[in-house]
């Protein structure tokens, strides 16, 4: 008999905006952390609730995602696994993948789906069994992430395959809180979506409760992120870009939102 494999998932806030997330396998003991802002509140984590530290996968090079890296690893002993294009960036690093890597990480099958456009060598990972992703800060919630390395056309690719690989019921996790700012931006690309105006109230009433808004689905995203929309004939009529390519219309938005 096949048992559906099950995870206790912990997200918690580190850095200004960042998330920790911690995936633990309660039969194993296997515990896995996604990126590693900052170790201490990892530790603490880790700590509250009894468990040790296995692997860590890492979404991209930036600093506010590999700073706790080190201490990390030199404290629990984990396992690492990165971006082979970051090989040279991230030190501590002791597995590489590429696109489409499909690897075993105690009993989990974890997919390796390279969205580049952030940086080059972004990472997000998806665990089908257990319908989770990490998108790293390619897509977040209402929104997807700033273009430092790539180029336009490269992050709509990105966005473009999520939505192709990833089911509608996929719980999405990603690196930062800003879907409040995020939702007030997208009203102004999608403002008469009403499936975007719940979502930006539901995040209205979460963060003044200080809740998290995260993780989304991707079912929900595809409703009301406008930039996984471009190609949306109310997104495009709305910027007056009826017509346009997809790729085109995803380019206006961004550059708005970072004019915004
Ligand atoms: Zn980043």
């Given at each position: 008999?096949t048992?559906a494999?099950?995870?206790e998932?912990?997200?918690?806030?580190?850095?200004?905006?960042?998330?920790?997330?911690?995936?633990?396998?309660?039969?194993n003991?296997?515990?896995?952390?996604?990126?590693v802002p900052?170790?201490?509140?990892?530790l603490?984590?880790?700590?509250?609730n009894?468990?040790?530290?296995?692997h860590?996968?890492i979404?991209?090079?930036?600093?506010?995602h590999?700073?706790g890296?080190?201490?990390?690893?030199?404290?629990?002993?984990?396992?690492?696994?990165?971006p082979?294009?970051?090989?040279?960036?991230i030190?501590g690093?002791d597995?590489?993948v590429?696109?489409?890597?499909?690897?075993?990480?105690?009993p989990f099958e974890?997919t390796?789906i390279?969205?580049?456009?952030?940086?080059?060598?972004?990472?997000?990972?998806?665990f089908p069994?257990?319908k989770?992703?990490?998108t790293?800060?390619t897509?977040?919630?209402l929104?997807c992430?700033r273009?430092?390395?790539g180029d336009?056309?490269?992050?709509?690719?990105?966005?473009?395959?999520?939505?192709r690989i990833?089911p509608?019921?996929?719980?999405i996790?990603c690196?930062?809180e800003?879907?409040?700012?995020?939702a007030?931006?997208?009203?102004?690309?999608?403002p008469?979506?009403?499936?975007?105006?719940?979502?930006?109230a539901?995040v209205?009433?979460?963060?003044?409760?200080?809740k998290p808004?995260?993780?989304?689905t991707?079912?929900q995203?595809?409703?009301?992120?406008?930039f996984?929309r471009a190609?949306?004939?109310g997104v495009?009529?709305a910027?007056?870009?009826?017509?346009?390519?997809?790729?085109?219309?995803?380019?206006e938005?961004?550059?708005r939102k970072?004019n915004?």
């Amino acid at each position: 008999m096949t048992v559906a494999p099950s995870a206790e998932i912990r997200q918690f806030p580190c850095l200004s905006d960042n998330f920790g997330v911690l995936i633990h396998d309660p039969d194993n003991g296997t515990t896995i952390a996604i990126d590693v802002p900052d170790a201490a509140a990892y530790l603490d984590i880790l700590a509250e609730n009894g468990w040790k530290l296995t692997h860590i996968l890492i979404t991209h090079h930036h600093w506010d995602h590999v700073q706790g890296l080190s201490e990390l690893k030199e404290k629990t002993g984990a396992h690492v696994t990165g971006p082979e294009r970051s090989r040279q960036k991230i030190t501590g690093m002791d597995k590489f993948v590429e696109d489409g890597d499909k690897i075993l990480v105690g009993p989990f099958e974890v997919t390796a789906i390279s969205t580049p456009g952030h940086t080059l060598d972004q990472i997000s990972w998806y665990f089908p069994a257990l319908k989770i992703a990490h998108t790293g800060d390619t897509l977040f919630s209402l929104g997807c992430g700033r273009i430092f390395e790539g180029d336009m056309e490269m992050m709509w690719a990105s966005l473009e395959k999520l939505a192709r690989i990833l089911p509608e019921d996929t719980a999405i996790y990603c690196g930062h809180e800003y879907t409040e700012s995020n939702a007030k931006f997208a009203l102004t690309i999608d403002p008469n979506n009403a499936a975007l105006k719940a979502r930006a109230a539901e995040v209205e009433t979460l963060r003044a409760a200080g809740k998290p808004t995260l993780p989304t689905t991707m079912a929900q995203e595809l409703a009301a992120n406008p930039f996984l929309r471009a190609a949306d004939t109310g997104v495009q009529e709305a910027l007056g870009m009826v017509g346009k390519s997809a790729g085109e219309v995803f380019a206006e938005i961004r550059t708005r939102k970072d004019n915004a």
